[in-house]
């Protein structure tokens, strides 16, 4: 047996045996062959396999996604049929006596050449398709399985370097029981959608991951960090009954399923969720979630080669909202940049990516893609309480700038005599703290706030919230964090707007009636922390929330808040 303890990013304790996803390795070597006509064999087997995945992906793109979503796949068959490509390989293989590795990563360079040197933009673009279908031929070569989580039938726990959006979306369906990644923290992007799957998740592992092989028998603890590597008899015995407590508490939080968020004495916090794709909606309204606090757009546009059109985000903006029947749907616009992805843009690399061209920034400068963002969003606003928020404001004239472009998107679906909502509410994300500082100016320029803690604690402090190393120095509880906090609410609350916290501070167990001392009026949060945030809350009266908050105010570092803190929790 073998114990240790990472970062624990998603509550929950699961049991089930150790499923490795390895990193791809694609690099290809100049090996040279004797036998030319097994090596052409290995790359029309290898064709013919990319054909039976590339045709199965484009059955399961029609059922979930759509038609039009699923053509890509039939170009994918059409450019793996074709002769000229096949030939390309095995002619190479022949003239220069090299592996079928190594001519399908030179077929696919002259290839892309041939298509980029083109004229048309459309052809231009068949570049990144046959990059496509390459990397799937030498996947197979390779012996490289199509994506380990597709295959996943029997209960496991993953242990992965990080998982990707695309990943996790994966997981949904699949008895993945729990992950395990080696890189991020609470707030990097695998752990946020563990949190609003529900699936108990540890990050930060580290080299101690290679502790584990594929099939090891594992216990895995998302709130402590706990990891065990075959679990002797007594820890086992440990694990049922701690097991069943956490059932007990399940069926405890259930009961404030249907209650409105509140403390004890009936002081309102509206609680909401946190959402990346419209689905997730769905579980927001089932587990008693108030509204969807922030619906981070951006997801729609991540893990693919292209850009959605207005009208797929439309629909997928009308069907957050359609799920909600009615209660009030945050949707903030494009956050990319800083460790958010979207290729489709081929933003440059940066130095320092969260303090560079990012969110508003490249929206006010990319006004075509902030446009076609805003009309779906106006137009979505037709099927509910839809709001539109911006997400790293640093100053009223950027609140200005993008409320221009809005009106610009009105004005442009008015002349078309396209239907939509010209009444939506408009807010701000503050997660700079130069926006907490002058948040009662701001305040001025919108109908509500939304902290965004997990930049906001990230920018305060110093401390790049995606590297493990330095995770010891992101401290939410710093008082200067907490004041920031305070200062922000204290605004909203005298210009009588909204304030929302949809950082994952909000539905840290035990933060909700820390929050609601300081100020705040909305929580949003993974659906999963919604019920006991609720619960949280309604163990407290308004005025020990404020005792509470004006303790940790006045406390002299973040580690005297963070005992105080502990000892309440006691
Ligand atoms: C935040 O910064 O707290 C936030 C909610 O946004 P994101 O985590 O997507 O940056
Ligand atoms: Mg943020």
Known sequence: MLKWKAIGVSEGLAHAKALIIKEEDLTVVKDTITDVAAEQQRVTDAVEKAQVQIAQLRDEAEKNIGAAEAEIFDAHLLMLDDPDFVEGMTGIIADEKVCAEYACFVNCENFQQMFRAMDDEYMQARAADIGDISKRVLKNLKGIADNAIDAVTEPCILIANDLTPSDTARIGGKPVMGFITRIGGRTSHSAIMARSMGIPAIAGAGDRADDIADGDDLLLDGSTGEVVIAPDAETLADFKTKKAEEEKRREFLATYRDREGATADGRRVVIEGNIGKPDDAVRVAELGGEGVGLFRSEFLFMDRDDLPSEEEQFGAYKKACEAMAGKPVIIRTLDIGGDKEVPALSLEKEQNPFLGYRAIRICLNQTDLFLTQLRALLRAAQYGDLRIMFPMISSAEEIRS??????????????????????????????????????????????????????????????????????????????????????????????????????????????????????????????????????????????????FAEQLLAAPSATAAEELFAGWRK
């Open 402 to 547: 993008a409320k221009q472009v809005l009106q610009q998107a009105k004005d442009l679906l008015t002349a078309e005599g396209v239907a939509f909502n010209a009444n939506v509410k408009v807010g701000i994300m503050i997660e700079i703290p130069v926006a907490a500082i002058c948040a009662d100016a701001l305040a001025k320029e919108v109908d509500f706030f939304s902290i965004g803690t997990n930049d906001l604690i990230q920018y305060s402090c110093a401390v790049d919230r995606i590297n493990e190393k330095i995770s010891y120095l992101y401290r939410p509880l710093h008082p200067g964090v907490l004041r920031l906090i305070r200062m922000t609410a204290k605004a909203a609350n005298e210009n009588g707007i909204e304030v929302g916290v949809c950082g994952e501070m909000a539905g840290t167990p035990g933060m909700a009636p820390i929050l609601c001392g300081l100020g705040v009026t909305n929580l949003s949060m993974s659906a999963s922390a919604m019920l006991a945030a609720k619960a949280d809350l309604a163990d407290h009266t308004f005025a020990e929330c404020q005792t």
